[in-house]
């Protein structure tokens, strides 16, 4: 990717905060029309990158240029073009759905009328129509999410920030902001997000970064990384809590790699059934035995040495 065609361009980009190093000399680059996504564990550094990116937090060292241009030099021109969904939900609870994206709009110098106009697109964009003369503290948590996505689309942005878009929300309000955000991407919007769900990354992100201890750890697409560092399949076993089995390298030609976690163990493999197959030729017995498809946690698991939810 050339850097003609990079929203975003960033090159041993660092942020300290005095003794501590949140981004560690991190290189990446955004192109148009995509969405990208900066996956890993709390305190992995993400936020902080974001924040850099929404001209929020300065630049410690290193190169930043977003629309081409310096955050520093040129922070209220990018931020125009932005929209931001931070990962706490900043709603103003007394005023109605509808008043929210009203006196947002006004930040924009958009007029009464054109805001309204966009407020309402937006409530319908967003689901929420029937609830816009409601008290936001009225919504559900999803409910909330949403209002705030739209929020952030008032000013029709180029480039939307998203902080951990969905975390604490349940199954169904999960899919339904997916599915928001797919649509956006289609629009042509480009979509940075951060999260610590392996199945949301996959979804949304065309590629992601794997960030660890401030550092970036792969780059890839979703399926890329998942071919680089894990097996077509993984079986997981659960033994007896009082029963963990003594695996004196039995099932070494069993896989290719085994993590042993605190409440199971994982095979990765080829070929699932081969597997449960040869592990009960050689006498254990897991009380359940589940065969699935690798997942961006696998790769986790390979380059950090645990798991994201850790």
């Known amino acids: 990717m050339g850097d003609s065609n990079s929203l975003i361009l960033a090159r041993q980009l660092t ?16 192109a148009k029309g995509e969405a990208f996504g900066f996956l890993g564990p709390n305190g992995a550094g993400k936020t902080s990158t974001m924040r850099m990116i929404g001209g929020v937090s300065p630049v410690t060292s290193g190169l930043l240029t977003i629309f081409g241009l310096d955050p520093a030099a040129h922070g209220p021109t990018i931020r125009a073009r932005l929209g931001v969904v931070p990962q706490a939900d900043t709603l103003d609870l007394e005023l109605t759905v509808r008043e929210n994206l009203m006196i947002y709009s006004r930040y924009f110098d958009l007029s009464w009328r054109e805001g309204a106009r966009r407020a309402d697109e937006l409530l ?8 816009s003369r409601d008290k936001v503290d009225e ?4 409910m909330k999410r949403r209002l705030t996505i739209a929020r952030a689309l008032i000013n029709s942005p180029e480039l939307l920030l998203l902080d951990e878009p969905t975390t604490g929300l349940d199954p169904q309000a ?27 990354a996959e979804q949304l992100c065309d590629r992601l970064v794997v960030m660890d201890k401030a550092r970036i ?41 085994i ?3 605190p409440d199971r163990v994982l095979l990765y493999t080829g070929d699932g059934d081969q597997a449960i197959a040869a592990v009960h030729r050689q006498g254990l017995r897991p009380e359940t035995a589940l065969v699935r498809r690798s997942t961006l946690e696998d790769v986790f698991l390979r380059l950090t040495g645990r798991s994201l939810v850790d």
């Open 217 to 257: 750890a792969a780059e890839g697409s979703p399926r890329e990384l998942i071919d680089k560092y894990s097996t077509r399949e993984v079986l997981e076993l659960r033994f007896p809590i009082d029963q963990q089995p003594v695996l004196d390298g039995k099932l070494n030609d069993v896989a290719e790699r």
């Open 174 to 200: 999960r899919h339904l902001v997916w599915d928001r955000l797919y649509r956006l991407k289609q629009r042509g919007v480009t979509l940075v997000l951060t999260t610590h769900y392996m199945d949301e």
């Open 259 to 261: 993590e042993v976690l």
């Open 15 to 30: 942020k300290r905060f005095g003794d501590l190093t949140a981004v560690d000399g991190i290189d990446f680059e955004v």
């Open 139 to 142: 919504l559900s948590g999803g």
């Open 124 to 131: 319908e964009f967003v689901q929420l129509k029937e609830r």
